[in-house]
């Protein structure tokens, strides 16, 4: 019997087509997209709350949210040996939005060369040419309509509504140093430097909430819940036919005659996957936990770009440190804001980005900047009292992998995070080059009125030395929070392939992964306008095959 032909036949109340977990960006998309059938039920389960809080929706917020138990997950890494022992912050939104609600903004698609790598891996409709279609769906860029952007759609995306000095002579500076200065990072080839495009509206965040769920939670064929932990997939062989969630301390059931999704990200898709007996069969029965499908990629292949931190204090120029230690100055950015919605308190984490090459025999750029005209030990700690500017570098194309793990079968225990950053000779070298990049930059004519100093990793780190860079990147290093991978995209072939190139979980029947997780290599740039990509694509995969 066909999916259209179920459709006509009566409903229970606790029975839906589909069954959505993680209403973060890509189940924001996919609910609005299956839903548009009114014939069609869905719901949508999201462990987090609202977003009612006025910091997630001042873009500033991002200060206030990431480590707030409100919105962010506030998970930890394990000791990662390549930052010379430490463990880190890892924040994941945990709000209707997803990491889009409490994220930097920034709308950065990668190069049309990491899409193109996933086609030549066999995963046929994920080239770059594919790719560009589902992007040019749902946009609203501020650029017009041309062969790369669209408008009309509910991906707001605006150039930044604040400009630093600074900002401006760093990249001249970049220049000086042979990067060409570039009006558009997502055509395709993002190497130079360019203001960041953002997903604002008006000097506002635009999360996937408000621009892809919140005007249809109307449909009275989408139900949403929020506070829902989701404790398990139910099977009938290896068919999926719903989940298990606990909602305020009750144990709910939400059946499925459609298809069970999972999106809630690299993180938390892989723990429920794990939790319900998809995974490496040794893992799971160490646990107790019944195996239903032996699939070993479960949770292995995590990649992220690893930021290194440098900062350098300056004179004669403002930043953002001073101005904000200064009560007027401060109540004048509020005024700013409330009146005009402009100045600082519009400010994505970072506002001038700069794409290039490690090594010139690189055939692409690997390496990204994020420029910012601040300064602070980490997220979550105050600026630092000296005016100073941070120069983020981070590995595009990293060839180190981690892992995702249970930590045990409680679903609110937080599960196993290994990076394995710098565990590779090639990632320590795009380190150590990175560094000597960014100080090359540093030392152009054009910033030498600023006096320059450098802060972090400091002058005990020289160029000449690969081993003490190496260090030094161990001691500046951290997360840039793009975590993907963990339930690739592959061939049946492939036993380390968690899903197929339509987003089927590999050997179980009626269950998808359609999240960042499904990446097979990281893309060359921040992720979380290709993950809305995929949810685009995927949710047409869906209603596709339904109609099959």
């Known amino acids: 019997m066909s999916m259209t032909q179920k459709k006509l036949e009566p409903k229970s109340p606790d029975e839906f087509d589909y069954v959505i977990v993680g209403a973060g960006s890509a189940g924001c998309v996919l609910a609005n997209r299956l839903s548009a059938d009114p014939n069609t039920r869905v719901l949508l389960l999201e462990a987090g709350g609202r977003d009612n809080w006025i910091w997630f929706h001042v ?35 945990k709000v209707i939005g997803g990491s ?3 994220n930097a903004m920034i709308c950065m698609r990668g190069q049309a060369a990491d899409y193109d790598h996933w086609r030549q891996l066999g995963l046929r409709g994920w080239g770059w040419d594919d790719v560009l279609t589902a992007f040019k769906k749902h946009e609203d ?30 990249r001249e500076a970049a220049a000086e140093a042979g990067i060409a200065p570039i009006s558009d990072f997502n055509t395709g080839d993002n190497e130079g430097s360019c203001y960041f495009h953002v997903n604002q509206k008006r000097g506002r965040r ?73 995974g490496p069969a040794v893992q799971l029965k160490n ?57 600082p308190l519009t400010m994505a984490p970072s506002q001038l980005g700069i794409f290039t090459k490690s090594d010139p025999k690189r055939e692409r750029a690997n390496i990204q900047f994020h420029i910012q005209p601040l300064s602070l030990e980490k997220f979550g700690e105050p600026l630092h009292s000296f005016p100073a500017f941070t120069a983020s570098v ?29 565990s590779t000779d090639e990632d320590r070298r795009v380190a150590a080059d990175s560094i000597r990049i960014t100080r090359r930059i540093v030392r152009q004519p054009t910033l030498q009125p600023f006096h320059p100093q450098e802060h972090l990793p400091g002058n005990a780190f020289p160029d000449t030395d690969e081993a003490a860079l190496v260090k030094a990147a161990g001691e500046i290093g951290t997360t840039i929070f793009h975590p993907v991978g963990t339930a ?47 949810a685009e694509k995927g949710a047409a995969m869906v209603r596709e095959d339904a109609n099959t």
């Open 59 to 93: 873009p500033v917020g991002y200060l206030f949210a990431i480590g707030n138990p409100r919105a962010d997950w506030c998970f930890r890494t394990e000791p990662e040996e390549g930052l010379n022992g430490r463990s880190l912050s890892y924040p994941r939104g």
């Open 100 to 102: 889009s609600t409490i």
């Open 141 to 170: 860029h501020f650029l017009g309509p041309s062969a790369y952007h669209s408008v009309g759609g509910e991906w707001r995306i605006e150039p930044p509504r604040v400009r630093w000095e600074l900002l401006d002579r760093f």
């Open 206 to 278: 635009w999360s996937a909430a408000r621009g892809f769920l919140k005007p249809v939670l109307g449909r009275q064929n989408l139900q949403l819940e929020t506070h829902c932990l989701v404790e398990g997939i139910m099977f009938e062989g290896r068919r999926a036919v719903g989940v298990r969630y606990r909602q305020h301390d009750a144990t709910k059931v939400a059946r499925c005659r459609g298809e069970v999704i999972l999106a809630g990200g690299s993180i938390g898709s892989t723990q429920i996957l794990l939790l319900s007996g998809i």
């Open 287 to 343: 646990f107790g936990i019944p195996v239903v499908l032996d699939k070993p990629g479960v949770g292995e292949n995590l990649q992220d770009h690893v930021q290194l931190r440098l900062i350098y204090k300056v004179s004669g120029v403002k930043t953002l440190n001073e101005s904000y230690r200064r009560i007027l100055e401060r109540a004048g950015m509020g005024i700013q804001y409330a009146l005009f919605r402009r100045g």
């Open 394 to 422: 981070c590995n595009l194309q990293p060839t180190s992998r981690g892992y995702v793990r249970l930590r045990s079968t409680d679903p609110s225990d937080k599960p196993v995070i290994k990076l394995n950053y710098l």
């Open 488 to 534: 690739k995209m592959g061939l049946a072939s492939d036993p380390m392939a968690v899903v197929d190139e339509r987003l089927r979980v590999i050997g179980i029947d009626r269950l998808r992964v359609i999240d960042a997780s499904v990446m097979p290599t990281i893309v060359s740039g921040n992720t979380n306008s290709p993950t809305i990509m995929i």
